[in-house]
């Protein structure tokens, strides 16, 4: 058979060399063919933080992803894909896998993060910056659960968990029936991302009375933070700081279109960018207001800086300060402002002034208002946050997801850090009133604590919850709002209504020393595709040669049959 | 998964055919060319079929889960074609009874299974991904081979003009299950909700029973005069 074919491929080649061509090229073409992505189970996976700041690498270093997967119960974990869940996720089993050298970690959160039980939440929070304090070489994901991720996992377990302890036979049982998974993610490998700009946005509202007004600086950065930058939604920080200065500008905008309420105070509005990132916007505004240009608001007369962070939740207020205000000042004035309406009006509210110096040796500026305090300018944040610290400033458990029952007060509130639209209106209302009073000179002009500047329907809940609501339906981490972001041209939109003068302020990192650097491949799709062991492929290849032998025999025995067959049907035909 | 892998799959749907050919004494009979021949002609039926089915029967986007079963058996009455092409064939080949029909079946199986297995093995097969539907496709190639064998043996008889009146019924009958054995695996798996194994069993054991009752008729015909 082989021999007559030869000749006619030999025949072949000589006679036609067109021939040749068609079967030859389609032939070189399937081998060398990339192989197809057909997988068992494709899910999108997001990566951990990975950035540069002040020179110094944080997150997870690495992208590319090819390995087996495994559980943290496996004995080897070297080179392979670890994957935990959160509701059993435990910081010394991450730092097993790390320790071994595991080639990954797959990370699978729950696809209702509000479900999950208090503790784990709080949990995973203290984490997240543990995780990130130190540089990973290998990547770090985390994906969403669904069923078929489930699956992949609960299989992964048994195979993992059943090792070791068995005999051959059963390894080698085992081997044939398990699944292996094999995880491959499809992007490349991450880059470090060439001049990213990031924006900031400010805006104003002009006092009346003359010249050399004081000027009242609102500040909120609406960039979020979390672990991964895709699931940094960052509802409380800080979107509610935000919503609250967007609804500020409403309000005193309002105010100042009329003649006998415009006020002798310039009102400036900034919204900053980057500020999970030592507050890179804020920096280059204040370098821009007062290194270069002649004449800005902020260069003269300053009355205070009041940065508003993470205000969304919480019966408590904190004015942080980097030094305690002196009498007479206007921070003082608004200190005893903010004591005085939040003792007459809102009881249910505690207030207290915390003081922490400025700390030049750490990396990471505590507060926004330290990025004033460094310029001297006369600064304070307002938080429900007792310290800089808690980890609600830096969470991906920081979302809005509130189930439509829980908005309207009824139902469990969410375990982790969240939004609760009554409590940020009213601290909204607390601080316009505070503000007002500033403004207005009330207190001097002798009127009582618990006058209503604002009556209840000025301070609109539903403002602020679609607001919240609108900052928090997608991820705002600062490597993803770039200057093109519906989020930037939105927030924009919104301040012009408002406020005069809207300018977007830009930073981007110094070409030759960065300050920061971000890179990308933050959000890839995972292919898991089932494996089977090597020695599954040699022990099918022993039972396939059996099975043929046995089908050798038969073939070359089918005499037999046929004689059987013969037998059988010979009396038939004699009768016939 | 690997290349490994694919040699192995190859190997179970292709040496089934190779020791069917050298066992059989087609070798001896300098057959290899009736076989490409005939594979040639399941080509010529299949382009033809292909042609009539786009035609005459154009894609029916059903309901989802719905089984047209009127659709699917006017469908595979299509496949009548490949009694016909078997027969020319056979016609076109002078000899023995079982050189005749041994040629066709295994020209005709054998371009079936370059034409319609290959090319899947090849792709599938050495991918990351590990699925059994490549070992379960090697072992329906075997399975194809003797139901080809059946089936020309079949077609062999029923246009012999010696055959005799009592025998006309059951090679009738076969060649309708031969015909329409596609289409009765398509209802059993619709009906049962089998499993891939369970449907392969079930192929392989119809196969094995009709290419039984047509080798006893076989043998009966051929001694019988």
Known sequence: MFEEASEVFDNMFKSSFPLTFIVFIPAVLILVSPLPAD??????????????LQGQPYGTRNAILNTEARTVEAEVLSRRCVIMRLADFAFEEYQKALRQSAGAVVIILPKNMSAMPQDIVQHFMELEPEMLATETVVPVYFAMEDDELLSIYTQTLTSSSSQGSLSAAEVLLHTATANGFQMVTSGAQSKAISDWAITSLEGRLAGVGGEDLPTIVVVAHYDS?????????GADSNGSGVSMLLELARLFSKLYTYKRTHAGYNLLFFVSGGGKFNYQGTKRWLED???HTDSSLLQDNVAFVLCLDTLGNGDTMHLHVSKPPKEGSPQ????KELELVSESQFPDVKFSMVHKKINLADDMLAWEH?????RRLPAFTLSHLASHRLAQRASIMDARSVSPSSRHGAGEPPAGPHVDVQKLSRNTKLVAEALARVIYNLTEKGAPGDLQIFTEQMVQDEQ???VVDWLTAQPRAAQLVDKDSSVVSTLEYHMGHYLKDVKRHYVRADKRDPEFVFYDQLKQTMNAYRVKPAIFDLLLAVCISGYLGVMYLAIQNFGLLYSVARRVTQPKVKSH | MTLFHFGNCFALAYFPYFITYKCSGLSEYNAFWRCVQAGATYLFVQLCKMLFLATFFPTWEGGAGVYDFVGEFMKSTVDMADLLGLHLVMSRNAGKGEYKIMVAAMGWATAELVMSRCL???VGARGIEFDWKYIQMSFDSNISLVHYIAM???VWMFTRYDLPKSFRLPVTVLLALCVYKAFLMELFVNIFLLGSWTVLLVKAVLTGAISLCSLFLFVTLVHSN
């Open chain 1, 39 to 52: 997988a068992a189970h494709e899910f999108t996976v997001y990566r951990m933080q990975q950035y540069d």
């Open chain 1, 225 to 233: 933070f979390g672990v991964a930058p895709w699931l940094s939604y």
């Open chain 1, 289 to 291: 207001n007062l290194d």
């Open chain 1, 332 to 335: 003082f004035t608004l200190l």
């Open chain 1, 370 to 374: 330290e990025r004033f305090g460094i």
């Open chain 1, 464 to 466: 602020l919850s679609a």
């Open chain 2, 120 to 122: 899947p093995l090849w």
């Open chain 2, 152 to 154: 020309a043996a079949v």
